[in-house]
């Protein structure tokens, strides 16, 4: 068994201890300052291949920190706001309230156009900037916006910021970069999504800083020759963009330098070498131009690159020959002790990265990798056991509901002991599911039941309860276990509601799709369960037993006997969950007069109620 794990250790990269590591350190320091105190001393210039490198380092790290300084920001502030709804110092689900935090945003960040919030009910919050700077907040339908109930949906199982396609602003004239967060609350559940975006023409002049190396010859390309962002863009009207084109070429921006840049490059192996992958150097009407490019990731599904271009003769305006020996040693001193510096937080960066994959695994996030190499052999292993953690504890999540394991983490063993309580049982169960996909391939089989499970799941989710298993297409959910609670009929209620809607609403979907329709029986029920650990001592399940379960289950079966050819969705409710209910006028259901139906099993019939 202790095979695998060397043979894992051996494709590692050469590690050195922490004490080792922090000796090399400061030996460096002294052995650098040394060299270059008697070289300069000697006499020592610059020359032109090394201040090209220093350069060109420096506009293109330049140009990429200040992209970053842009747009990062506003992705921090979702998430922020997001954090904020989740601690539940912020009310999302309140238009007003969401509509004002939304503007509250807006007036913050200058680069952002538009700041929106899409709930469940699918209905999208806005605060939008007018062109003479107002802000004004509406709320629209989210069908009403092309493609936007697809993306919605997909970020209900997204975790985290991220940078979305670029689209098209009819209002505006320009297209868009957009960054969207789910936002969820502690239990990790779904209430909505937020999203702003920034359009090219505020990202050309965000980045338009001519104080920085390469003043204004700054570009952003998206692919081979489409411009992003560029000083032409700033204002892009007269550029003929538009939805089917909404980025211009390099050849349409006005620049004849940049249009040049995929030119053969002019050959200089001196240069070339020095330059490397930074850049390349071009010629254009008989005066070279240095390109300085790099790519830069996680802003929307395609990398942009990133650069400046300068004339060749910038990379030798400031050379300058120092004579004062003193002097350069001192600041060849400096500039050891600051490498030391920088190896020392380096290093406290990685022990934070520990740090903060310790704490994440701690808030039950695991979604995320936690381990980043280190040539620390401390630190690289201690990042290699949190990572294995990581692995085994995704999985240990993805079995138990995050809310048990959130009770275990409080209170131990005792806060899930075995009990009678009152709970409501909920049954759903696709009708014919089996005919339906006998045809279907195994993959598409799974995705229908995965994209099921994910509506159902989510309206479960919203509602507190938690879901026990999955049997076959049915789904068993419970209310009242963890944490008990009073209104727990009127919870499983209103999710089942939401899961009718839902269905109906995916329907529609799959109908314009050509599809088949999925048709669903709910069957729900109160009463006494016994609520703990079930099982041998080796394998327990968290789970209930009792009379009550399997009377959910046969109203959910009792669904055959009222389900129409019609209807896609029955939902039965026993009488005993109607009485549960504390405020059934806040439900806003009048179901019609019970029947009375006598279950297997029983003597006595039931009072059933249909409420969809």
């Given at each position: 068994?202790?095979?695998?794990?060397?043979?894992?250790?051996?494709?590692?990269?050469?590690?050195?201890?922490?004490?080792?590591?922090?000796?090399?350190?400061?030996?460096?320091?002294?052995?650098?300052?040394?060299?270059?105190?008697?070289?300069?001393?000697?006499?020592?210039?610059?020359?032109?291949?090394?201040?090209?490198?220093?350069?060109?380092?420096?506009?293109?790290?330049?140009?990429?920190?200040?992209?970053?300084?842009?747009?990062?920001?506003?992705?921090?502030?979702?998430?922020?706001?997001?954090?904020?709804?989740?601690?539940?110092?912020?009310?999302?689900?309140?238009?007003?309230?969401?509509?004002?935090?939304?503007?509250?945003?807006?007036?913050?960040?200058?680069?952002?156009?538009?700041?929106?919030?899409?709930?469940?009910?699918?209905?999208?919050?806005?605060?939008?900037?007018?062109?003479?700077?107002?802000?004004?907040?509406?709320?629209?339908?989210?069908?009403?916006?092309?493609?936007?109930?697809?993306?919605?949906?997909?970020?209900?199982?997204?975790?985290?910021a991220f940078w979305g396609d670029l689209f098209w602003s009819p209002s505006l004239g320009q297209p868009m970069l957009n960054v969207r967060a789910p936002v969820r609350r502690k239990d990790n559940a779904f209430i909505g999504a937020l999203v702003a975006t920034v359009g090219i023409g505020n990202l050309s002049q965000l980045i338009d800083d001519p104080s920085q190396p390469g003043g204004g010859n700054y570009f952003i390309l998206v692919g081979h020759d489409r411009v992003l962002?560029?000083?032409?863009?700033?204002?892009?009207?007269?550029?003929?963009?538009?939805?089917?084109?909404?980025?211009?070429?390099?050849?349409?921006?006005?620049?004849?330098?940049?249009?040049?840049?995929?030119?053969?490059?002019?050959?200089?192996?001196?240069?070339?070498?020095?330059?490397?992958?930074?850049?390349?150097?071009?010629?254009?009407?008989?005066?070279?131009?240095?390109?300085?490019?790099?790519?830069?990731?996680?802003?929307?599904?395609?990398?942009?690159?990133?650069?400046?271009?300068?004339?060749?003769?910038?990379?030798?305006s400031d050379l300058d020959r120092l004579t004062n020996g003193a002097i350069v040693g001192a600041v060849t001193l400096l500039f050891a002790t600051l490498l030391a510096l920088l190896m020392g937080l380096r290093m406290a960066r990685s022990i934070r990265t520990i740090t903060s994959a310790a704490e994440a695994i701690e808030r039950l996030e695991f979604d995320q990798p936690m381990h980043r190499p280190s040539r620390l052999r401390e630190i690289d292993d201690a990042g290699h056991?949190?990572?294995?953690?990581?692995?085994?504890?995704?999985?240990?999540?993805?079995?138990?509901?995050?809310?048990?394991?959130?009770?275990?983490?409080?209170?131990?063993?005792?806060?899930?002991?075995?009990?009678?309580?009152?709970?409501?049982?909920?049954?759903?169960?696709?009708?014919?599911?089996?005919?339906?996909?006998?045809?279907?391939?195994?993959?598409?089989?799974?995705?229908?039941?995965?994209?099921?499970?994910?509506?159902?799941?989510?309206?479960?989710?919203?509602?507190?309860?938690?879901?026990?298993?999955?049997?076959?297409?049915?789904?068993?959910?419970?209310?009242?276990?963890?944490?008990?609670?009073?209104?727990?009929?009127?919870?499983?209620?209103?999710?089942?509601?939401?899961?009718?809607?839902?269905?109906?609403?995916?329907?529609?979907?799959?109908?314009?799709?050509?599809?088949?329709?999925?048709?669903?029986?709910?069957?729900?029920?109160?009463?006494?369960?016994?609520?703990?650990?079930?099982?041998?001592?080796?394998?327990?399940?968290?789970?209930?037993?009792?009379?009550?379960?399997?009377?959910?289950?046969?109203?959910?079966?009792?669904?055959?006997?009222?389900?129409?050819?019609?209807?896609?969705?029955?939902?039965?409710?026993?009488?005993?969950?109607?009485?549960?209910?504390?405020?059934?006028?806040?439900?806003?259901?009048?179901?019609?007069?019970?029947?009375?139906?006598?279950?297997?099993?029983?003597?006595?019939?039931?009072?059933?109620?249909?409420?969809?």
């Amino acid at each position: 068994m202790s095979d695998a794990p060397r043979a894992v250790r051996s494709r590692q990269p050469w590690r050195v201890p922490l004490i080792a590591a922090l000796a090399l350190a400061f030996g460096s320091l002294a052995l650098i300052s040394g060299v270059a105190y008697v070289a300069v001393l000697a006499g020592a210039t610059g020359t032109t291949e090394r201040l090209l490198v220093d350069r060109a380092g420096r506009v293109i790290e330049a140009q990429v920190s200040m992209v970053k300084s842009r747009l990062d920001p506003v992705a921090q502030e979702l998430e922020l706001i997001a954090a904020l709804a989740a601690q539940g110092r912020l009310d999302m689900e309140s238009p007003v309230a969401a509509r004002e935090t939304l503007a509250a945003m807006l007036a913050q960040m200058p680069a952002v156009s538009i700041t929106a919030f899409a709930s469940l009910d699918l209905q999208l919050d806005r605060a939008i900037r007018r062109r003479d700077g107002a802000i004004v907040r509406d709320t629209v339908p989210l069908a009403d916006i092309p493609g936007s109930i697809a993306g919605f949906r997909e970020l209900q199982t997204a975790h985290g910021a991220f940078w979305g396609d670029l689209f098209w602003s009819p209002s505006l004239g320009q297209p868009m970069l957009n960054v969207r967060a789910p936002v969820r609350r502690k239990d990790n559940a779904f209430i909505g999504a937020l999203v702003a975006t920034v359009g090219i023409g505020n990202l050309s002049q965000l980045i338009d800083d001519p104080s920085q190396p390469g003043g204004g010859n700054y570009f952003i390309l998206v692919g081979h020759d489409r411009v992003l962002a560029h000083r032409r863009l700033i204002d892009p009207r007269g550029l003929g963009l538009s939805a089917a084109k909404p980025l211009p070429t390099i050849g349409e921006v006005g620049d004849p330098v940049l249009a040049h840049i995929w030119d053969p490059p002019v050959h200089s192996p001196t240069i070339e070498r020095a330059l490397g992958s930074l850049g390349h150097i071009v010629e254009v009407d008989g005066r070279r131009w240095v390109f300085v490019r790099r790519e830069l990731k996680g802003y929307g599904p395609e990398p942009w690159l990133v650069g400046q271009y300068f004339p060749i003769e910038e990379a030798t305006s400031d050379l300058d020959r120092l004579t004062n020996g003193a002097i350069v040693g001192a600041v060849t001193l400096l500039f050891a002790t600051l490498l030391a510096l920088l190896m020392g937080l380096r290093m406290a960066r990685s022990i934070r990265t520990i740090t903060s994959a310790a704490e994440a695994i701690e808030r039950l996030e695991f979604d995320q990798p936690m381990h980043r190499p280190s040539r620390l052999r401390e630190i690289d292993d201690a990042g290699h056991s949190l990572e294995k953690a990581r692995s085994a504890l995704k999985w240990f999540g993805i079995y138990v509901p995050q809310r048990l394991v959130q009770r275990l983490m409080e209170r131990g063993e005792e806060g899930i002991a075995s009990r009678r309580v009152e709970v409501t049982v909920m049954f759903t169960d696709i009708v014919g599911f089996t005919p339906q996909v006998e045809s279907l391939p195994e993959h598409e089989t799974a995705e229908l039941l995965n994209h099921h499970f994910a509506l159902v799941g989510a309206c479960i989710e919203h509602e507190h309860g938690i879901i026990d298993k999955y049997i076959g297409d049915s789904v068993m959910a419970l209310w009242g276990v963890v944490p008990p609670r009073d209104d727990h009929a009127g919870a499983a209620i209103r999710a089942a509601l939401a899961i009718a809607r839902v269905m109906h609403e995916d329907n529609g979907q799959r109908r314009a799709a050509g599809k088949a329709p999925i048709r669903l029986r709910i069957g729900l029920h109160s009463g006494p369960a016994v609520v703990g650990n079930i099982g041998a001592p080796g394998r327990v399940n968290f789970t209930v037993v009792g009379d009550t379960v399997n009377i959910a289950q046969r109203f959910e079966q009792l669904g055959k006997e009222f389900m129409m050819p019609a209807d896609e969705v029955v939902v039965l409710t026993s009488g005993e969950t109607l009485t549960a209910v504390k405020d059934r006028e806040a439900l806003g259901i009048d179901p019609p007069p019970p029947e009375r139906r006598t279950l297997r099993g029983h003597e006595q019939p039931f009072d059933v109620y249909r409420l969809v």
